[in-house]
Structure formats: C-alpha cells, structure tokens
C-alpha cells in the first residue's frame, strides 16, 4: 500500500480513511487469491523436497548398494577360544575352519624409570637435584652440556638429547619428546616414563654417550654419562624390572608362523587380533583353538529384510499421498482468518490442504509407477534359470488383505516381525542357505534395474528439472516466481488505487474548505457570525 501521509475528513467530518480501507479491501481479492495459489505452491515444493530427499536415500542407499555383488558376500567368523584372540571375516576369506595359537604378544619398548628421592618434583632443577655432584656431568659453573644420542635398534635416524645444570625434570622429558618418543615426569611417583611411539621390535631403542658408548645397557658403568642416566633412573640397571623391550606378535595359523608390529593380523580375509599367549601342551607344542568363516546369511537376510523395509515405506507414502481426495473446499488462511483460531484448529486446516497437494499428480503416477514396474520384474541367469521376488516367497497381499495405500507393498514370507506372513515357509533363507549365489545375483539385478530406472528420472531437464531432482523444481519454482510478480502489480495497482481515492476525498475536501470560507464572509457580512 501507499506509503504517503495523509490528513483526512477535517472538513467533511468523515472517517475518509475507513472509507478508503473498505475501497481498497474491495478490489483486493485479486491479490488475496494470489497468494494463496503462491502458499500452496511454496506447500507443494515443499512436500516434493522431502519426498525427493526420501526417493534418493532409497537410490543411493538401498538400490545404488545392493547392485553390486559385494554387497551381500559378507561373511562370519568365530573362534573356540575367544580368551586368546578375537576374530573377523571379510568378503575374501576362505569358507572352512583354521588352527590358531598365539606364540607371544606384541609389546611397546617402555621404561619405567628408578624411583628418585620424594623431593623430586616435575620443577625441580638438575643442579638441586644432584647437589654437589652437578659440578661432576656440567663443572663447576654448571655451564658445560651433556649430550646424549637416542635411535631406535632398527637403525632409524639418531636424535640429540642435550641436559643442562639448569634444566627441571619437566624440561628433561621434553627433551626426550623432541627426540621422537613419548615422555614425562610424574611428580607424584617421582619417576621419568619413556617410551617408543612404534609399535613391536621396531620400537625398541637405545640410549648412547656422544661418543657411542651403550649408556642404556651400562657398556661404560664409571663414564659420566652412565652414571647421570643412572642417578637419573634411566638406565635398565636403575629401572630393573620396569624396563619392558618391545617385542612383535606372533601367532601360528594352520601352522604357519606370522609376525606383526602390533597384536593385528590381517590373513586372506581374516583380521585376527590376539589378546592371550596360548598355553604349552603337554608335547611341547603350542595348544591351538579352532576359528571357522562361513558366509554370513543372516547378514544378507537382513540386508534384503531392511531393503522391503524401506520400500514399502516410501511406496506406501507415494500411494496415499497419489491417493488422497482432491481438496476444493479448504484454502490458506489470511493473517486476519487466524487470529480468530487456534494453533490446533490452523494446523488441522493447513494439513487438509498439504496431504492433497500431490492428488493425481502426474509426476508422481509416473514415479509409482517405475518403482512398481522394477519390483514385479523377473530376471533369467546366466545357468538359465528365472528368478522374481516370488520365488523367494515375497509377494504383495490380496486386494482385500491389504490395507488402504498398502497395496504395493511387499511382505516376507517367514517374516517373524510381519503378523501377515510369519506362518508362511521362509523361502528366502533356504533359498541364501542352500543357492546363495543365484538368490544374490537376482537381487543385484533387481536393485540394479530399479537404480538405473529411477536414475533416468532424475535426468536434467532445462527449465524444467535439475539433476538428480525427481521432480519439475525448476518448472515450480518459475511458477512461484511469477506469482510474486504478479502480486507485486497487484500491489502496485491497489497503492494507486487507494492514492486516487485518497486524491479524490483531499479535492472534496479542499472544495468543501472554499465552501465554508465564504459562508463564513457571508455568514460575517450580515452579523450572524
């Protein structure tokens, strides 16, 4: 409407602006009309944005899955002795059963150092820890270094480890931190822990004088650089039993020996995890336990049991939504209509008009019927013989068994969670037991034939539909967008139309001021002013 401010009715005495209001309010059902074509369109984009986002996830997850023949070769392990290793399958590994033993596991190099005096804390500095023997490892200033050199056994690059007289504990550690291995000082036991960031034997590491000198193993026990280590714990001597070598896995499987930096073993389709050194037997030997894979049917049961799931969900959506009566008596309500209502009486009404907004549409028809005709195909393989979801004892209901907009929808003979069918014989798990790789075949082209179905749905259309869109968006979206142009000339129109109405009264009035000024001249003229 008009923005213009306006003084109105002073010399009429009438409320010139209601008159206007109830003008305007007249010629405004043109526009009301409009908007609300343009909130049951905005309502209908919705309703196929979410049915889009639903159509899709069944696309990609469920068909755009189970096409390929991976999908249900999955298979299952178990282990007799689950107290030694915990075992799991892939689609790769061998069916049948395998001897396993566990000869040692594999161990982190970790030291815990000597204990060092109760007084020692994480801050305390080296020169107040050794007293007057720091002038021994840093002179008598306490500004010489003492260098040390840490590597791994394997071979792997050296790193420097520099001490100073004024470095705390805390500071020491660190240094060790630098040189590539995990390190603290823990003010509470008063110890230094150290150890390899590998993993296994490639994790064992050594500690060595800057001229080589094995310090960690106490090559040199009268050198300097010894006895700091040791005074400072850190020596196997000083830490004893708290001194731990890293040490590989290795498990004996059919009696082949494998050998692996951490406890995980990875075998011909097997991840092995082994989490107890098996017992001696009385021949010497390692005692072995048996673990068995097999193909998981169970697996591909429920695989084929979700999918249905998911497709009798959405065509079961589809079909009410295809199916609901045409609504011609509800519209939108206007702002003014909803302040006479409450928020359950607006909802009530707003959802009459969305569950019918999809009634008869065309584009729907068609999606039902994709989906439809994918389901109800059979399919020849390759050894010749034919295959559709009936032969699996998946079927939908009679027309009288069914209920309203259930009617595509398939059940599962054997099915313990369907109260239609759990007494039926359950064809498909006897058909995965005893002809698993026809049963799965048919499925991969079953779900193959419905992906490639609803994909050339989803083909970009120009000015119509976007990619991977199984509706017109952009058709919709062109018809909102001319509505709003469309109101927006309404709008205009109404603007002027409520200006030349008020220009008219403002004339009126100006005139009837004239009026009155000269009846008042006159009214002065002759004394009965």
Do not use: C
């Amino acid at each position: 409407m008009s923005n213009r401010m306006r003084m109105s009715g002073i010399n009429s005495g009438m409320d010139t602006q209601s008159i206007v209001e109830q003008l305007v309010q007249a010629k405004s059902t043109k526009k009301e009309k409009l908007k609300k074509q343009q909130t049951k369109l905005e309502w209908k984009q919705d309703a196929w944005k979410t049915l889009n986002s639903k159509l899709f996830s069944l696309y990609n997850e469920q068909f755009g899955t189970l096409r390929f023949d991976g999908a249900f070769k999955k298979k299952k392990a178990s282990i007799v002795d689950g107290s030694i290793a915990s075992v799991s399958a892939n689609g790769s590994a061998v069916n049948g059963t395998q001897t396993l033993a566990v000869k040692q596991l594999a161990k982190t190099a970790y030291m815990t150092g000597g204990k060092l005096a109760d007084s020692t804390k994480a801050s305390t500095k080296l020169k107040d820890f050794l007293g007057d023997d720091a002038a021994t490892y840093f002179g008598e200033d306490g500004s010489n270094l003492m260098h040390y050199k840490v590597k791994s056994s394997t071979g792997a690059s050296q790193k420097v480890v520099t001490l100073a007289a004024d470095m705390t504990m805390e500071e020491v550690a660190q240094q060790f931190s630098n040189a590539g291995f995990n390190a603290n000082f823990d003010s509470n036991t008063h110890r230094f822990f150290i150890s390899s960031k590998a993993e296994g034997a490639s994790g064992n590491f050594e500690i060595l004088s800057s001229d080589n000198v094995d310090v960690l193993n106490g090559a040199a026990p009268e050198s300097n650089a010894y006895k700091l280590m040791n005074t400072l714990g850190l020596t196997k001597s000083a830490s004893g039993d708290g001194f731990i070598p890293g040490q590989n896995a290795q498990i004996l499987l059919n009696g082949a020996e494998f050998e692996s930096n951490t406890n995980f073993f990875q075998i011909n389709g097997l991840d092995i995890t082994a989490t107890k050194v098996s017992d001696i037997g009385s021949d010497g030997k390692y005692v072995t336990t048996n673990i068995s894979a097999q193909t998981d049917v169970d697996g591909a049961y429920n695989m084929i049991k979700d999918f249905l799931k998911k497709y009798n969900e959405i065509i079961n959506e589809m079909d009410k939504l295809y199916n609901e009566k045409p609504n011609k008596t509800y519209e939108p309500l206007t702002s003014e209509e909803k302040e006479e209502m409450s928020e359950e009486e607006i909802k009530e009404w707003e959802n009459k008009i969305k569950d019918s907004l999809l009634s008869r549409d065309d584009n729907l028809r068609t999606l039902i019927s994709t989906l439809k005709d994918g389901m109800s195909k059979s399919f020849t393989l390759e050894n010749g013989k034919k295959y559709s979801l009936a032969s699996f004892g998946i079927n939908t209901l009679s027309y009288f068994e069914a209920g309203d907009n259930e009617k595509g929808a398939y059940h599962l003979d054997g099915d313990a969670d369907d109260d239609k069918t759990k007494g039926n014989d359950d064809k498909l798990k006897a058909a995965l037991t005893d002809n698993f790789d026809d049963t799965v075949k048919f499925f991969n082209q079953l779900s193959k034939g419905l992906y490639d179905a609803l994909g050339k749905q989803m083909t970009r259309v120009p000015d119509y539909r976007s990619f991977q869109s199984l509706y017109d968006d952009k058709m919709l979206q062109k018809e909102y967008d001319n509505l709003t142009s469309d109101i927006k000339k309404e709008e205009d129109y109404l603007s002027d139309y409520e200006d030349k109405w008020y220009d008219k009264f403002a004339a009126m009035e100006k005139a009837m001021s004239k009026v009155n000024a000269k009846s008042n001249a006159l009214a002065g003229l002759f004394g009965t002013n």
